[in-house]
T-cell receptor
Framework: SAVISQKPSRDICQRGTSLTIQCQVDSQVTMMFWYRQQPGQSLTLIATANQGSEATYESGFVIDKFPISRPNLTFSTLTVSNMSPEDSSIYLC?????????????FGPGTRLTVT | QKEVEQNSGPLSVPEGAIASLNCTYSDRGSQSFFWYRQYSGKSPELIMFIYSNGDKEDGRFTAQLNKASQYVSLLIRDSQPSDSATYLCAGAATGANSKLTFGKGITLSVRP
């Protein structure tokens, strides 16, 4: 499967600040997905990032709060803006590894964010 | 609203037993289903996927899909303590670049 890395792996931030999370893949992929996993909860899709176009956000998530960049086919960033303690979560990027000819999604190691 | 539900749990089985994990979905447009295993503090790891009605076996794991009844299950044979984790069921519409809808997950504990 595709090898996915994320930076940072964890961070502790003060409320009101912003954090940019990077996701790097070892192969070119069309779509990259950003998920949030709040403590003790399942995964919720934030947005889908397609190279060369605006990200598509899910209900309840807006670009001003979670701006996303997708400058090329192997890289994406998610920014969590104007953070509050409610943003404390694990943020995960995922990709489909279409080299296998099927549609499985694989996840990066995640970024554990704590907002104080 | 598209939903994937995993209502039972937590589940505890003795080592060597069969663990049965169940999942139902509400969106008949969902065509692909995935089982992820997530250890505490780690990201989800894909262990099985199934697209067609029936059973799909991979080692100790068997995924079952019944589209008429809208349920998906995962059987783990000869359960091991290392299988203790949270198992997440996810559904997607068919085709590439389909977003996943996750259930809440079920925590499995395998007793030595």
């Amino acid at each position: 499967s595709a090898v996915i890395s994320q930076k940072p792996s964890r961070d502790i931030c003060q409320r009101g600040t912003s954090l940019t999370i990077q996701c790097q893949v070892d192969s070119q992929v069309t779509m990259m997905f950003w998920y949030r996993q709040q403590p003790g909860q399942s995964l919720t899709l934030i947005a889908t990032a397609n190279q060369g176009s605006e990200a598509t956000y899910e209900s309840g998530f807006v670009i001003d709060k979670f701006p996303i960049s997708r400058p090329n086919l192997t890289f994406s960033t998610l920014t969590v803006s104007n953070m509050s303690p409610e943003d404390s979560s694990i943020y995960l990027c995922s990709v489909e590894d279409l080299r296998k000819g099927s549609y499985e999604q694989y996840f990066g190691p995640g970024t554990r964010l704590t907002v104080t | 609203q598209k939903e994937v539900e995993q209502n039972s749990g937590p589940l505890s089985v003795p080592e060597g037993a069969i663990a049965s994990l169940n999942c139902t979905y509400s969106d008949r447009g969902s065509q692909s289903f995935f089982w992820y295993r997530q250890y505490s503090g780690k990201s989800p790891e894909l262990i099985m996927f199934i697209y067609s009605n029936g059973d799909k076996e991979d080692g100790r794991f068997t995924a079952q899909l019944n589209k008429a009844s809208q349920y998906v299950s995962l059987l783990i044979r000869d359960s091991q303590p290392s299988d203790s984790a949270t198992y997440l069921c996810a559904g997607a519409a068919t085709g590439a670049n389909s977003k996943l809808t996750f259930g809440k997950g079920i925590t499995l504990s395998v007793r030595p």
